[in-house]
Structures are given as C-alpha cells and as structure tokens.
C-alpha cells in the first residue's frame, strides 16, 4: 500500500514558477513509476508529466514539455513537478499517482491513468492572466 500526498499549490501569476511535491508512504516506493496528472474544471483527467522508478527516463505531455521538470528523491520518499512559465490554461487540480507495474510498454505504460494503481488528493494550482 502506498499513500500520496500532494503540495506547493497555490495562486500565481502567468509567467510564474512552482513547485510541487508529492510525499509517499510505504516501503515500495522505490520500486514504482510516479507521475502527475491534472483536472481543469469540467475537463477529464489528463497527463502531465512521468518519471520511472529509477528516474532513468521522464516522460511529458506536449503541452507542458520544455515548462515543467519532473524529478524524484527516492531517499525522501518524494517526487516533485517544476513549472515554470506557467500559463492560464495550466489551471487545474494536480495528483500524483503511484504505479507497481504496466500491462503496456513504452510511452503508454506512463501516460495513462488506469495503469496508475494510487492516487493523492490533489492540489490546487491557479494561474492568473
């Protein structure tokens, strides 16, 4: 079992940085790919950003690539989504997930959400214009 918890949200103005921070629980931790997905308002789910177990390769969404960073510190038990040059459209409720294994290969194993096994609450991020 492996909990999630998610903060650095806030209110920024476009153009603007923050960082988030996923904290989780459970002696796996190591051992699973972690990613970030967001929900903007009446919008479904969608990928942000992953990072495999060993951090050996980072996967982006071709709307935040070149923007955001993600990273992990396996030591801490953390996983963390830079954003820089945020944007209006990056407004939403961030989560991280937590995955053991994929049944898909490649890009697929990461970008999508029901080969993510848990979930955080989320976290606001608004950016204003």
């Known amino acids: 079992q492996v909990q999630l918890v998610e903060s650095g949200g806030g209110l920024v103005q476009a153009g603007g940085s923050l960082r988030l921070s996923c904290a989780a629980s459970?002696?796996?931790?190591?051992?699973?790919?972690m990613g970030w997905f967001r929900q903007a308002p009446g919008k479904e789910r969608e990928f942000v950003a992953a990072i495999t177990w060993s951090a050996g390769t980072r996967y982006y969404a071709d709307s935040v690539k070149g923007r955001f960073t993600i990273s992990r510190d396996n030591a801490k038990n953390t996983v963390y989504l830079q954003m820089n040059s945020l944007k209006p459209e990056d407004t939403a409720v961030y989560y991280c997930a937590a995955q053991r294994a994929s049944s898909y290969s490649g890009n697929s194993a990461y970008t999508r959400l029901g080969q993510y096994d848990y979930w955080g609450q989320g976290t606001q991020v608004t950016v204003s214009s």
């Open positions: 459970g002696r796996t931790y190591s051992t699973y790919a």
